[in-house]
């Protein structure tokens, strides 16, 4: 509200801009690059049941969800780093670099992933999140 008119204003909080007009303009879509490691626990329902870990994945996704638990676990406490666990234990390529995917932008993983990865700030560790592929854990990095 302005004092001086006292009449309302818009104030866009993004670019610190203030108007008399109200918001027209669809709100750009930001490039929302961001990045992440993961470690992926596979199980029988995945959809591509293999890795180069274990050429026939059949645990369940109990025994993934639980196996995830664990990890995440170890990682908070300290006792291990995320790039080594992941190194060791995921189930996903990009185990070979520590569980790294790169920078990405929306629309490129599924969407219950991308969704949980937009959930974290940088430095965050998720909870178990389920998606075709299976149970990740996952560390946003940028
Ligand atoms: N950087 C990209 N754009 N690569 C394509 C992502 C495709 C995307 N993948 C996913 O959403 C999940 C979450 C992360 C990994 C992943 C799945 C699988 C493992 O699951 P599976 O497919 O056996 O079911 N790993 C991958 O895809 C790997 N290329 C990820 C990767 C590996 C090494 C370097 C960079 C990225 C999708 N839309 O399916």
Not at 29 to 36: E, H, I, L, V, Y
Request: net charge positive; hydrophobic share 30%.
């Amino acid at each position: 509200m302005s004092k001086s008119r006292g009449i309302e204003y818009y104030f866009n909080r993004t670019t610190g801009e203030s108007r008399w007009e109200p918001p027209t303009e669809e709100p750009r879509a930001r490039t929302t690059k961001m990045r992440a490691s993961h470690l992926l626990v596979k199980h029988a329902g995945s959809r591509k049941p293999s890795s180069w870990k274990e050429a026939n994945i059949t645990r369940t996704k109990q025994e993934a969800t639980a196996a995830v638990e664990q990890f995440r676990e170890q990682i908070a406490s300290g006792q291990v780093q995320f790039a080594d666990l992941a190194a060791k234990e995921s189930d996903c390529s990009s185990a070979r670099r520590g569980g790294d995917l790169g920078w990405f932008d929306r629309g490129q993983m599924q969407p219950a992933f991308e969704k949980a990865v937009l959930a974290l700030k940088p430095g965050e560790l998720s909870g178990p999140v389920e998606s075709d592929s299976g149970v990740h854990i996952i560390l946003r990095t940028g």
